[in-house]
């Protein structure tokens, strides 16, 4: 079973910055990667899929990168609306499933 | 518009069992691979089960022999029928459509508490 992990696990970000959120996977998965937001008391959002595809709806300032196991992603400039917990999960052989253990993004 | 429903959620205590719905509209659950995952309070979110269109199951380890998933075509719901329930399956469950491997509709979700 392929291991996700996520780093760092908290990262304080002011409004306005870039915050850059990192993923690794045990082995390649390839480009098969998604990103998903979840705010308190929400089911979570999908941000991005197969590493760089934004889904619909999704902002601009939000952009996925990376492939085989290192991944990442990036919000160029912090709203207030973007302070959440961020997931990703791969999904190059499934099932099962695999999702990271998640990196909270708090106000600096 | 999607829309992912669920309930059935609720208090109960260790060794029952409890049956989850979700109900769709706007998308058909029988033409879809479809998934449960959930979320332990205040932690991350875990795979549980899945239904692919075609009928073939699968599940977690930590579920497999308990944990049922179905659907009712007629109906447009999603079930996950959970036996011999335990405190550690205490979590948010959330209904879910799978699109190419990733998930790109979710429910709410529906609480369930195990315990005494």
């Known amino acids: 079973e392929i291991v996700m992990t996520q780093s760092p696990a908290t990262l304080s970000v002011s409004p306005g910055e870039r915050a850059t959120l990192s993923c690794r996977a045990s082995?390649?998965?390839?480009?098969?990667l998604a990103w998903y937001q979840q705010k308190p008391g929400q089911a979570p959002r999908l941000l991005i899929y197969d590493a760089s595809a934004r889904a619909t709806g999704i902002p601009a300032r939000f952009s996925g990168s990376g492939s085989g196991t290192e991944f990442t992603l990036t919000i160029s400039s912090l709203q207030s609306e973007d302070f959440a917990v961020y997931y990703c999960q791969h999904f190059i052989s499934w099932p099962p499933f695999t999702f990271g253990p998640g990196t909270k993004v708090d106000i600096k | 518009e999607v829309q992912l429903v669920e309930s059935g959620g609720g208090l109960i205590q260790p060794g029952g069992s409890l049956r989850l719905s979700c109900a769709a509209s706007g998308v058909t659950v029988s033409s879809n691979y479809m998934c449960w995952v959930r979320q332990a309070p205040g932690k991350g979110l875990d795979w549980v089960s899945i239904?692919?269109?075609?009928?073939?199951?699968f599940y977690a380890d930590s579920v497999k022999g308990r944990f049922t998933v179905s659907r009712d075509d007629s109906k447009n719901t999603l079930y996950l029928q959970m036996n011999s329930l335990r405190a550690e399956d205490t979590a948010v469950y959330y209904c879910?459509?799978?699109?190419?491997?990733?998930?790109?509709?979710w429910g709410q979700g529906t609480l369930v508490t195990v315990s005494s």
């Open positions: 239904i692919y269109s075609g009928g073939s199951t």
């Open positions: 879910a459509r799978i699109l190419f491997g990733y998930v790109d509709y």
């Open positions: 082995q390649s998965v390839g480009s098969n």
